[in-house]
Every structure is written in C-alpha cells, then in structure tokens.
C-alpha cells in the first residue's frame, strides 16, 4: 500500500505528485473503472458532509432528522430544518472533481461507472453519462397522497423558504426521492452498483467514510485483481486494503490525475495532454 497525505492542493512535493502519477498510470492502463463517492465528492462544490467537524451534524442536525419516520410524523419539520441544506444542494455547480471523471468517459473514451451516495445531481450534470445514484436524488419528488411524481423545479420556490410543497391536485405533501435513513436502497439499483463493481479492474473510492450500510459494504464486490484507490480527506478502515492511499482535496487531485500534469493545480489549463473538457476552462474550482 502506497499512502500519500499533503494538507493543502497549494502543496506540491515529490511524494503527492509521485502519488498523483500512481493514479494517473491506474486510469490510463485501466478498461472498466468505477468510481463510489460520498459527500467529500460534493463538499467543493458547497455542499456540507454530514460527519466531519463542519458538517451538517456539528450544526444541530442528525440522523433522526434525516429518517422516514421523523419525516411520515412531520414532514414540515423536515423542510424547516433543512432549508439550508436544500439551498446548498440546489445552487451548487460541479468541481473539478466531478469534471474529471466525466471527461474520462466523455472525452477520453474510458468505460466508467459512476456509483454516488449523493443526492445531489453533480455528477450528471458535469456529463458522466452512467450514474448509479443508490440514494436517489433531489431532482424529483413525489406526492406522499397520490404518488405523482414532479420535477424538483415545480417545488424548488416552497423548498427553499423552507415549506413542505404541496400537491395542488389532491393537497398531498410532496417528499423528496431520496432514500432516508430506515428505509431500504432500491433493490435495481444496489444491484447495478455490484454489478459493475464487480467488472471494475479499478475501483476509486472517492471523499466517503464508509460508514453507512449497505453502501459501505460495496468495495467488498471487487474481483481478484481489481486495483483499489482510495481518495479521502481522513483514514477509512479501507485503506490497508489499498494498493494507493491519497488524502487530500478531491477536485485537486482528480483534475490533475486525468489531465496528466500532476504538478499543475487545477486552476491551470490549457496543457495539450489535457482532454478538451478540462483544456476548455470549463472546470469549476
């Protein structure tokens, strides 16, 4: 196992580009990559975690405000509390990060799997074409009376004032289709996620503390031979399993891996190994 730590994308030394390199070389002899990410993926982009010292919980917020049964009970407290969370989550764009692993797929050629725990959208949004989102995403809702389902944007107005939106038709409240703490993933989808874990001759794990089950768990779907990264900000119980250990800023790291410049910060463009999505400037810090 190989482990890189630097405590800032401003540090550029021998090891954590020796480090940047490793990955490199992994994503450009690899042919079927996967990538699982976790809210460290998100955080670039202003969307808080939950667990670290500035997350969602150090705010007063946990896991009860986040379940099916604190929401069925009351579904207002749900989007009175967590008005500014939706906020973040609507008005966030796409990191470096999340331009990278598109730019593998789209720009590159790479067959990549993208198997998120986030609710957010960034990872579409930034063009990878095959996300696996295993806890849904912000960007329906359905009416807990009827069962329609509508676009975020028809409600998005109640949602960041913090109002529980109404379904105008039958006057039920609409909640947001993501998977909440107590309720099961979907079965399709976590099936998917193996899958193509399981195919995966390199497997990323990307800005997760592996803590939260069944997600947690999927690593262990790797085959034989499959070569092991983990990307964190912090240690996981994962890492001795690893053949590469990175820590540190996630859109850094990832931008300067796929450009194939790991000394250059990921502000910088314009290099002509660079693949045309991240050359363009349209990259996001």
């Known amino acids: 196992m190989y482990v890189v730590e630097f405590a800032s994308a401003g540090v550029k030394d021998d090891a954590m580009n020796d480090g940047i390199e490793e990955l490199a070389s992994h994503l450009g002899t690899a042919e079927r990559i996967v990538f699982i ?7 670039e982009s202003g969307i ?6 500035t997350g969602l919980y150090a705010t007063g917020l946990n896991e009860d405000m986040f379940s099916i049964d604190s929401f069925t009970q009351d579904p207002a407290r749900y989007y009175r509390h967590g ?3 939706h906020r973040c989550l609507f008005q966030a764009k796409p990191n470096a990060g999340h331009q990278a692993i598109a730019a593998l797929a789209t720009d590159m050629g790479k067959d990549v799997v993208v198997v998120t725990q986030n609710i957010d959208t960034l990872h579409r949004d930034a063009g990878s074409p095959v996300v696996h989102a295993l806890h849904g995403s912000i960007e329906t809702c359905s ?6 389902s509508t676009h975020v944007s028809l409600v998005e107005r109640a949602i960041r004032n913090g109002i529980a939106p109404r379904h105008s038709a039958c006057g039920g409240i609409y909640r947001p289709d993501i998977v909440l703490f107590g309720e099961l ?6 099936a998917e996620a193996e899958q193509a874990i399981g195919a995966a001759d390199l497997l990323v794990v990307v800005g997760t503390s592996l803590v939260v089950h069944p997600a947690a768990a999927l690593p262990d779907s790797r085959g034989d031979g499959c070569i092991l990264v983990m990307l964190n900000r912090t240690a996981t119980h994962l890492d001795p399993e690893a053949d590469l250990v990175l820590r540190g800023t996630v859109g850094d790291v990832l931008f300067r891996a796929v450009s194939g410049s790991p000394s250059a910060g990921h502000r910088a463009t314009g290099h002509a190994n660079e693949p045309p999505a991240l050359r363009s400037g349209s990259v996001s810090a």
């Open 37 to 43: 990410t976790g809210a460290g993926m998100s955080t």
């Open 48 to 53: 808080p975690d939950f667990r670290s010292a």
């Open 185 to 190: 993933l979907p079965v399709d989808v976590l």
């Open 83 to 85: 008005r500014d969370f």
């Open 143 to 148: 009416c807990m009376r009827c069962g329609e």
